[in-house]
């Protein structure tokens, strides 16, 4: 007669099964966003490639962010880029929620969401607010420029493109740019180190950055408000420069000595007129 399985034994190998599974999960978790943060550099990396491939094909200027109404049927990076991309998951980080909290009600239900956001970087300079970015809103209320040349960038290789941004969408500014402006960024926190916080704006602390958005709910939308509106693994955010390469790096590296005035951002990698 075989002898069965006692139910001491039993309990002691579901036990170790337990511990094994314990000890597994976490690593098939992490290995489960490396891939993705992997899958996600190599998309903001070909975004990149297409836009200076369109940049060559129009006197080596990059698009310009979007239209004076920011609604981006009537121009903006994402369109024009679509002939050299024709893809749309090259657009989203498989990370991304894909969350419509930030969505106006008015969005036809087929927009879709996108992953990554254009540097278009807005500064007070002293006088009034100045570009700084590399793809640019056709705003009124700045001076421009709304439309930057490859030439005019001196340093190509630490000069952000793109950067991962979650809970954008493909049909209004909001959703591909990334300006620094209080209004923007879902209202995000900035501060101007000599001076005071705009109205509704938090400095940027440390502390959880949340935004309530359109439908009453809040989304918390980075653990650390320093990283701005990008999107990050861990502490890293995907970033794409301007001469075509990707990397990944802390959010708070790209700009870590923020000054007021544009022309003393020597490490402002969001600030294309430094020299």
């Given at each position: 007669?075989?002898?069965?399985?006692?139910?001491?034994?039993?309990?002691?190998?579901?036990?170790?099964?337990?511990?094994?599974?314990?000890?597994?999960?976490?690593?098939?978790?992490?290995?489960?966003?490396?891939?993705?943060?992997?899958?996600?550099?190599?998309?903001?990396?070909?975004?990149?490639?297409?836009?200076?491939?369109?940049?060559?094909?129009?006197?080596?200027?990059?698009?310009?962010?979007?239209?004076?109404?920011?609604?981006?049927?009537?121009?903006?990076?994402?369109?024009?880029?679509?002939?050299?991309?024709?893809?749309?998951?090259?657009?989203?980080d498989p990370s991304d929620p894909k969350s419509k909290a930030f969505w106006?009600?008015?969005?036809?239900?087929?927009?879709?969401?996108?992953?990554?956001?254009?540097?278009?970087?807005?500064?007070?300079?002293?006088?009034?607010?100045?570009?700084?970015?590399?793809?640019?809103?056709?705003?009124?209320?700045?001076?421009?420029?709304?439309?930057?040349?490859?030439?005019?960038?001196?340093?190509?290789?630490?000069?952000?493109?793109?950067?991962?941004?979650?809970?954008?969408?493909?049909?209004?500014?909001?959703?591909?740019?990334?300006?620094?402006?209080?209004?923007?960024?879902?209202?995000?926190?900035?501060?101007?180190?000599?001076?005071?916080?705009?109205?509704?704006?938090?400095?940027?602390?440390?502390?959880?950055?949340?935004?309530?958005?359109?439908?009453?709910?809040?989304?918390?939308?980075?653990?650390?408000?320093?990283?701005?509106?990008?999107?990050?693994?861990?502490?890293?955010?995907?970033?794409?420069?301007?001469d075509g390469h990707a990397k990944t790096m802390n959010p708070i590296a790209?700009?870590?000595?923020?000054?007021?005035?544009?022309?003393?951002?020597?490490?402002?990698?969001?600030?294309?007129?430094?020299?």
């Amino acid at each position: 007669m075989k002898k069965a399985f006692t139910l001491i034994e039993l309990l002691v190998v579901i036990a170790i099964i337990a511990i094994l599974a314990a000890i597994l999960f976490p690593v098939f978790a992490q290995a489960k966003a490396a891939a993705k943060k992997t899958s996600s550099l190599s998309n903001i990396k070909q975004t990149a490639l297409a836009t200076l491939i369109y940049s060559g094909d129009y006197d080596d200027v990059f698009p310009f962010g979007s239209g004076n109404d920011w609604y981006y049927p009537n121009g903006s990076w994402i369109w024009s880029t679509q002939p050299y991309i024709k893809s749309y998951p090259m657009l989203v980080d498989p990370s991304d929620p894909k969350s419509k909290a930030f969505w106006p009600t008015w969005f036809p239900t087929n927009a879709l969401s996108i992953s990554y956001a254009a540097n278009s970087v807005i500064k007070w300079n002293g006088t009034g607010n100045q570009v700084v970015g590399v793809i640019n809103m056709q705003q009124s209320w700045y001076g421009g420029p709304y439309t930057v040349s490859q030439t005019q960038v001196n340093r190509v290789a630490d000069t952000v493109m793109f950067a991962s941004h979650y809970y954008g969408n493909n049909i209004w500014g909001m959703g591909g740019l990334i300006c620094g402006a209080p209004f923007w960024d879902f209202a995000g926190p900035t501060t101007h180190p000599q001076g005071t916080p705009p109205p509704g704006a938090a400095a940027r602390n440390g502390s959880p950055y949340t935004v309530t958005g359109v439908n009453g709910s809040t989304v918390v939308v980075n653990k650390d408000n320093r990283f701005g509106s990008v999107a990050v693994y861990e502490n890293q955010g995907i970033f794409a420069f301007t001469d075509g390469h990707a990397k990944t790096m802390n959010p708070i590296a790209t700009n870590p000595a923020e000054q007021y005035q544009p022309n003393l951002d020597t490490q402002n990698m969001w600030n294309y007129t430094r020299d």
